[in-house]
């Protein structure tokens, strides 16, 4: 029993971290530029001028993040989608709160000392998986990118125009793919960030039970 909690914490841990770095790269205008830049985002390809880039980035992190509610500049059908993208964004945040609840929960159930290893285990595979789809999405990205939308909005609203919309303009489908590597980069950075905690947590509990055990 024990070891399935074990198991099951290192998995909702897992899911957790990577969550966090979905959410510190989806909603950073930084990144955002950079994305931009790495795809050939240029005032002559996006008739959009750098300044305006600039803001529209800024406005559109502020918007999913919840600290503005409107982005200036978007046509109704954008500023509608946009929505939508929020919503889900505020969805996922709530799915964040109970994954972080249940890695809890099974973590107090679990062999402590073996939760390290189950993580690197559990986040070994889930990277592998994640790498996996990520070289065969990166050979079929707008199919994939497609079946995503299709998938997870009820609605069109994503079809934009780029003839009207700025936000497709600065925003296309290769600047999607460089912010999924971002998203990789960062879950597989902070995987190790958290190995190093669960290891050291690992030496702090092996070290207290050492001193209980010449106490006793």
Same mark, same amino acid.
């Given at each position: 029993?024990k070891?399935?909690c074990?198991?099951?914490?290192a998995?909702?841990?897992? +899911?957790?971290v %990577?969550?966090?770095?979905?959410?510190?790269?989806? +909603? &950073?205008? /930084? #990144?955002?530029n950079?994305? =931009? @830049?790495?795809?050939? !985002?240029?005032?002559?390809?996006s008739?959009? *001028? *750098? /300044?305006e880039?600039?803001? $529209? &980035? =800024?406005?559109v992190?502020?918007y999913l993040?919840?600290?503005?509610?409107? #982005?200036?500049?978007?046509s109704?059908?954008? =500023?509608?989608h @946009?929505q939508?993208?929020?919503? $889900?964004?505020?969805g996922v945040?709530?799915?964040?709160? !109970?994954l @972080?609840?249940?890695t809890l929960v099974f973590?107090? +159930?679990?062999?402590?000392?073996?939760?390290?290893r189950?993580?690197?285990?559990?986040?070994?595979g889930?990277?592998?998986?994640?790498?996996?789809?990520? #070289?065969?999405?990166?050979?079929?990205?707008?199919?994939?990118?497609?079946?995503?939308?299709?998938?997870? %909005?009820? &609605?069109d609203?994503?079809?934009?125009n780029?003839?009207?919309?700025a +936000?497709?303009? !600065?925003?296309? /489908?290769?600047?999607f793919? &460089?912010m999924?590597?971002g998203?990789?980069?960062?879950?597989?950075?902070r995987c190790?960030?958290?190995?190093?905690?669960?290891? @050291?947590?690992?030496?702090?509990l092996?070290?207290?039970?050492?001193e209980? /055990?010449?106490?006793?």
């Amino acid at each position: 029993m024990k070891t399935l909690c074990t198991y099951l914490a290192a998995f909702f841990l897992t +899911l957790w971290v %990577f969550l966090t770095a979905l959410f510190s790269v989806g +909603l &950073n205008d /930084e #990144i955002y530029n950079l994305a =931009q @830049m790495r795809s050939g !985002v240029t005032e002559e390809s996006s008739s959009v *001028t *750098t /300044e305006e880039r600039l803001a $529209l &980035n =800024q406005d559109v992190a502020k918007y999913l993040s919840g600290r503005s509610d409107s #982005i200036d500049g978007l046509s109704e059908r954008a =500023q509608a989608h @946009m929505q939508d993208v929020r919503a $889900l964004l505020n969805g996922v945040r709530v799915g964040m709160y !109970v994954l @972080m609840g249940l890695t809890l929960v099974f973590a107090v +159930l679990s062999e402590k000392t073996r939760l390290p290893r189950a993580f690197v285990r559990t986040a070994g595979g889930v990277i592998a998986v994640c790498a996996a789809v990520g #070289i065969f999405a990166a050979t079929r990205f707008r199919s994939m990118f497609e079946a995503f939308h299709r998938l997870f %909005f009820g &609605n069109d609203l994503w079809l934009l125009n780029p003839a009207e919309d700025a +936000l497709i303009r !600065v925003m296309p /489908e290769k600047f999607f793919m &460089n912010m999924a590597l971002g998203v990789g980069i960062s879950s597989v950075l902070r995987c190790l960030l958290a190995c190093a905690i669960l290891y @050291m947590i690992r030496l702090v509990l092996k070290g207290r039970r050492t001193e209980d /055990e010449l106490r006793g």
